[in-house]
Each structure stands twice: as structure tokens, then as C-alpha cells.
């Protein structure tokens, strides 16, 4: 059984950084790929960010890249989700994953997943 839990969610105003952090329990942390995800209001789930079980790798959406970083410590058991530039465009609940292959882009690809933190951007 895989725990994972995010934190750092908020409000937050346009042209504002926040950071999500998701750490996730067991032994094998570091021996998988993890994502983040979001799902705004009656939007399906999409794929924001994923990084490979080293940390050596990392892709990103197009809407996302250049404003937000996925990054990982497997000493913590954690994975973050560094958001720069906020726009209201990314209010929605960010989920946080573990998968066995990168680049892993489908929700399909993921076995485990958090139980979310909501993200609002408004002003």
C-alpha cells in the first residue's frame, strides 16, 4: 500500500508562486517516476509535469513550461511542484502520482495517486 499526500495548496492572486509538495510513504520511492496532474471545474484530468526516479529528467505541459518546475528528493520521500507566474488558467485541484515508466503523460500510466490540493488564482 502507497500513501502519498499533497500539501501547499491555496489562494493565490495572478502573477503569484506557490509550492506544492507531495510526499509519498514506502521504501521504494526513489524507484519510480512521479507526476502531477490537475482537473479544473468540469475539465477532465490533465497532465502538468513528470519526472524520471533519478530527478535527471522532467517534461512538462506546454501551458506549463517556463512557469512551473517538478522537482524531487527521494531522501524525503517527496515530490514538489514549484508554480511561478500563476494565472487563473491554473486554478484546479493538483494531484500527485507515481508511475513505473518515463516519460509518462496518461493518466493510465499511473498506478498511485494523492488525494489532491486546490490550487485558486484569483484576484
Known amino acids: 500500500q502507497v500513501h502519498m499526500a499533497e500539501t501547499g495548496g491555496g489562494l493565490v492572486q495572478p502573477g503569484d508562486s506557490l509550492r506544492l509538495s507531495c510526499a509519498a510513504s514506502?521504501?521504494?520511492?526513489?524507484?519510480?517516476?512521479m507526476g502531477w496532474f490537475r482537473q479544473a471545474p468540469g475539465k477532465e484530468r490533465e497532465f502538468v509535469a513528470c519526472?524520471?526516479?533519478?530527478?535527471?529528467?522532467?517534461d512538462y505541459a506546454d501551458s506549463v513550461k517556463g512557469r512551473f518546475t517538478i522537482s524531487r528528493d527521494n531522501a524525503k520521500n517527496t515530490v514538489y511542484l514549484q508554480m511561478n507566474s500563476l494565472k487563473p488558467g491554473d486554478t484546479a485541484v493538483y494531484y500527485c502520482?507515481?508511475?513505473?515508466?518515463?516519460?509518462?503523460?496518461?493518466?493510465?500510466?499511473?498506478?498511485?495517486w494523492g488525494q489532491g490540493t486546490q490550487v485558486t488564482v484569483s484576484s
Open positions: 502520482a507515481r508511475s513505473s515508466r518515463y516519460p509518462a503523460y496518461e493518466i493510465g500510466d499511473y498506478g498511485w
Open positions: 519526472i524520471n526516479s533519478s530527478g535527471a529528467r522532467t
Open positions: 514506502g521504501r521504494t520511492f526513489s524507484s519510480y517516476a
